[in-house]
């Protein structure tokens, strides 16, 4: 393999020594020169605030190998993994100067991993006729076709279904749906590179946010991240809370991610619940999951309905060659690259951005920080 530029699809929350491992392990397989992260931005994936802003994220990935860090719009973070994947590798593939997307996974059969995609891509008949068997017993789709696929390649392993392999599959098949050139990669991961339990090397985001909420020592495992602003979401429980009981059932209707039964279900609990936790407990079943409730909730409060095309890119950090990256993709690219937030506006896409990171400063620690407009006042990080 020898590519110029690689693409790490990632939300560093927070970033950690296992990440720099990815970036280096990246360059070293593939030969690139440049990498470039498309990160989620003050909200995740798994439907809650990130722990520390996305420009304190980004500083410390440009600290720690990447090239340039741009930001995935929110309204593609807060979906399930297929579609935070096809948001992520659209804002990539449009960029024109990536050449491959490097990925951890725990099997480094690329082959095995694009068969499945392609598979969920063109389902054959036995495929759909075994996910339909699994939700019509209620099962959630990632469980169904998870049965469904089993049903099809025998002795599949059980890590082929592991998040970080799910996700991969998600960028393969984005790339396919765009017809794209550039190339998947995929890094094998070692145990310890994502255990919660390991006292090793590495230990996972997981791990080490609940290290850093509990003040223990993690810089063994992570950046120093001491005199950061901690963000947590049961911060903004009451207004969380206090939104969606405010609310009418056709007013989630619209929401992104919506389906029959799911508003009255939302309101009823959060009238009836004292505690985020208490609220997310009663939303939990067969169907559906806590990140998907949580996901839904805060689409709910941000009114997120649908996807917008993507027309920028916003940039968090860079370095030399990052700019040299940013000046080739305002020469390549349809995206128009966003380093002042005054400068770009009225483009429905970026005003969630702006939306997200207002409501993440609820969630904030420090009390005087719960203030609006942080994307006004704060710039890409610039290592020089």
């Known amino acids: 393999m020898n590519f110029n530029t690689i693409g790490i699809i990632c939300e560093y929350n ?14 070293e397989i593939t030969g690139a020169k ?30 720690n190998g990447a090239d340039l860090v741009v930001e995935l719009p929110a309204n593609y973070v807060l979906q399930s993994a297929e579609n935070f ?3 992520a590798v659209s804002v990539l593939d449009s960029l024109n100067v990536v050449d491959a997307i490097s990925f951890g996974a725990e099997t480094d059969d690329i082959h095995l991993l694009e068969k499945i995609a392609d598979e969920t891509l063109s389902p054959s008949d036995e495929y759909i006729l075994k996910l339909k068997e699994k939700l019509s ?58 255990s919660a339990l390991s006292d090793d090397e590495y230990k996972s985001a997981s791990a080490i946010r609940e290290m850093i909420m509990s ?3 993690y810089l063994s495992f992570a950046p120093d991240y001491r005199g950061c602003n901690i963000y947590d979401i049961k911060n903004a429980e ?10 009418k059932p056709e007013s989630l209707k619209d929401i992104k991610g919506y389906e029959d039964g799911l508003s009255n279900m939302i309101i009823t609990n959060a009238k009836n619940s004292s505690t985020l936790n208490e609220f997310f407990e009663k939303c939990i079943s067969k169907r559906y999951t806590l990140h998907r409730i949580r996901r839904f909730c805060i689409c709910a409060i941000l009114g997120i309905k649908d996807d917008p095309e993507i027309k920028y890119v916003r940039i968090l950090g860079f370095n030399e060659n990052g700019a040299s990256l940013i000046k080739k993709i305002k020469e390549k690219s349809s995206l128009i690259p966003v380093t002042k937030t005054a400068d770009y506006n ?37 290592k020089k």
């Open 346 to 382: 009225g483009d429905e896409l970026f005003e969630k951005d702006i939306l997200s990171t207002d409501f993440a400063s609820l969630c904030s620690s420090d009390v005087k920080k719960r203030i609006c407009g942080a994307d006004f006042v704060k710039s890409p990080y610039v």
């Open 215 to 217: 003040g223990e020592d």
């Open 85 to 87: 994947a096809f948001g």
């Open 137 to 194: 017993e209620g099962k959630g789709y990632p469980s169904a076709s998870e049965y469904a696929l089993r049903s099809i390649f025998e002795n599949l392993p059980d890590e082929v279904f592991s998040p970080n392999n799910t996700l991969g599959i998600s960028y393969i098949s984005a790339l396919k749906k765009l017809d794209s050139s550039i190339k998947p990669v995929c890094i094998k991961r070692s145990n310890d590179y994502h």
């Open 34 to 63: 440049n990498v470039v992260c498309v990160m989620s931005g003050s909200m995740v994936q798994r439907g809650d605030v990130a722990i520390f802003d996305k420009w304190e994220r980004a500083k410390k990935a440009v600290y």
């Open 238 to 247: 009451s207004y969380i809370l206090g939104t969606l009981r405010t609310m």
């Open 14 to 27: 927070p970033f950690h020594f296992g990440h720099k491992y990815h970036i280096e392990k990246s360059k």
